[in-house]
């Protein structure tokens, strides 16, 4: 009897221990996974670690998309480091495309990354003319930005009420 309770301890404590190893190679190896690489999915990958912030003039607005170069608009801007191409992606407002036009300076937050041997300044936000424009995430994931448009619910309570203001 004493022989095979022995061995079932053996046989558990191995179970445990092995059970224990592949425990910690996971979560060792999750672990790496997740520090290593700064992001994952489609298109270009965001590195928030490596963030600059530039002035310049807008030189170009390019809306054509070029085979190899991240989809959506890209501002060719004159700065203190040349000309760099700013991907601001294919979200903006009809209100913002129409500031952006050249010669207008610009100040852009972003970071630089390397695409099919070309370096592209992907825009995180643009400050134009005043006003601060979203253009990614803080984790660098492209954001819709919204043209305002009129509350139709006040336009139909507004247009119910009399000459006096009260109701008609």
Do not use: C, W
Request: aromatic share 6%.
């Amino acid at each position: 009897m004493k022989l095979f309770e022995m061995t079932n301890t053996r046989l558990i404590a191995g179970l445990l221990s092995g059970l224990l190893f592949a425990t910690m190679a996971v979560s060792l190896d999750a672990h790496a996974a997740s520090v290593s690489r700064p992001g994952q999915g489609f298109g270009p990958v965001y590195d928030a670690a490596r963030e600059t912030t530039f002035e310049g003039t807008i030189q170009e607005v390019v809306v054509e998309h070029t085979a190899g170069s991240p989809a959506g608009m890209h501002l060719m801007v004159a700065g203190p480091k040349g000309l760099v191409d700013a991907h601001v992606g294919p979200f903006m407002s009809k209100e913002t495309k129409a500031v952006l036009q050249p010669g207008v300076p610009v100040r852009i937050v972003g970071a630089s990354i390397e695409l099919h041997g070309k370096t592209y300044f992907l825009a995180r936000e643009l400050t134009v003319d005043g006003n601060i424009v979203k253009v990614r995430s803080p984790r660098g994931f492209l954001v819709r930005t919204q043209s305002p448009r009129p509350d139709r619910a006040r336009t139909r309570k507004t247009s119910q009420l009399g000459p006096d203001g009260g109701a008609q």
